[in-house]
Nanobody, 128 residues
């Protein structure tokens, strides 16, 4: 199983980026996919999750600005990030999990230990 994350870059405040996570060795119907982000010295933070059933979740700080979606044909999950802020700057990771419990609580979804596979990070830098 491999997850390949891409799409990071440098943008100005208010700009947009679209991150992609291409999965191989698994199909999106069998896993939930989440995006996490991490800045140096801080814990990895759950940003968004789309369950195997297509239910989407967002952490409060990105609601209304980020959109997670799936493309079955390309086995890809994307994270469209609009109205970016400086505090969105981080390394973003995608993760896949086979658990059926992601709908239970935000704490469960946001816990990195509840995911089985991880992609490499992609750096997002937002500057004013």
């Amino acid at each position: 199983v491999q997850l390949q994350a891409s799409g990071g870059g440098s943008v100005q405040t208010g700009g947009s980026l679209r991150l992609s996570c291409v999965a191989s060795g698994i199909t999106l119907e069998t896993v939930s996919i989440a995006w996490f982000r991490q800045v140096p010295g801080k814990e990895r933070e759950g940003v968004s999750c789309i369950t195997r059933h297509g239910t989407t979740y967002y952490t409060a700080s990105v609601k209304g600005r980020f959109t997670i979606s799936r493309d079955y044909a390309n086995n890809t999950v994307s994270l469209q990030m609009n109205s970016l802020k400086a505090e969105d700057s981080a390394v973003y990771y995608c993760a896949a999990g086979r658990s059926t419990s992601y709908s239970l609580s935000s704490r469960y979804r946001a816990s990195p230990g509840n995911y089985d596979y991880w992609g490499q990070g992609t750096l997002v830098t937002v500057s004013s």
